[in-house]
């Protein structure tokens, strides 16, 4: 089966810097995105990965390693509106996402 | 404000009632979608339009409906509601099937 897996939950301080991972294991592959969704919120578009490597954007940065399966979300300076689920999805061979239960972000000052 | 428009925002409603959330879009996308979310679980596909006129079934599309008769509406319905059904439901676009997806604001429905 298909199968997306990242920390159900993580706590980082205001300022710090944080590393959130997921592993995935689907059939086939055509790109990794990240999302952010706050609380009682829609999700919004962060990131995405097709190539190994990392891709800068701002605070944040996104990192894929196609041969094992792995990406991970950096978020540097990290700010109170950065308490958030951030949700990890990847496209599979035939173009249909699927998605990681999500993180949730809690930055503490 | 471009973007897409989901109604109701919340609905409570009786087991074995019939229930229509609507979508529409204004950014002229191609493909659209319908994900539930529950607790503790990814986004869930229901149904799927890569273009008016044609639709797919997702990862639990039963006990759902769709259609899409132009590019901007994608109405879901549930044709008789089950408790089962109580949850966030996101309507959802892209430009193309595998292009970043743009969410409505979610429908909060509670079947009792």
């Known amino acids: 089966g298909q199968n997306i897996d990242q920390p159900t939950e993580m706590t980082a301080t205001e300022g710090a810097i944080v590393q959130i991972n997921c592993t995935y294991q689907?059939?086939?592959?055509?790109?990794l995105f990240w999302y952010q969704q706050h609380a009682g919120e829609a999700p919004t578009f962060l990131s995405y990965?097709?190539l190994d490597g990392l891709e800068e954007k701002g605070r944040f940065s996104s990192f894929l390693s196609r041969s094992k399966g792995y990406s991970y979300l950096l978020l540097k300076e990290l700010q109170m509106k950065d308490s958030a689920s951030y949700l990890c999805a990847v496209m599979d061979s035939n173009y249909q996402l699927i998605w990681g239960a999500g993180t949730k972000l809690i930055i503490k000052p | 404000i471009a973007g897409i428009t989901q109604a109701p925002t919340s609905q409570i409603l009786a087991a074995g009632r019939r229930m229509t959330l609507r979508c529409t879009q204004d950014m002229r996308h191609n493909a659209m979608y319908w994900y539930r979310q529950d607790l503790g679980l990814g986004l869930r596909l229901i149904h799927y339009?890569?273009?008016?006129?044609?639709?797919g079934k997702g990862e639990v599309p039963d006990g759902y409906s769709v259609s899409r008769a132009n590019t901007d509406d994608f109405p879901l319905t549930l044709a008789s509601a089950v408790p089962s059904q109580t949850s966030v439901y996101f309507c959802?676009?892209?430009?193309?099937?595998?292009?970043?997806?743009?969410f409505g604001e979610g429908s909060r429905l509670t079947v009792l």
């Open positions: 689907t059939s086939g592959f055509n790109g």
């Open positions: 959802a676009s892209s430009v193309e099937v595998y292009g970043e997806l743009f």
């Open positions: 990965n097709v």
């Open positions: 339009s890569n273009t008016a006129g044609t639709t």
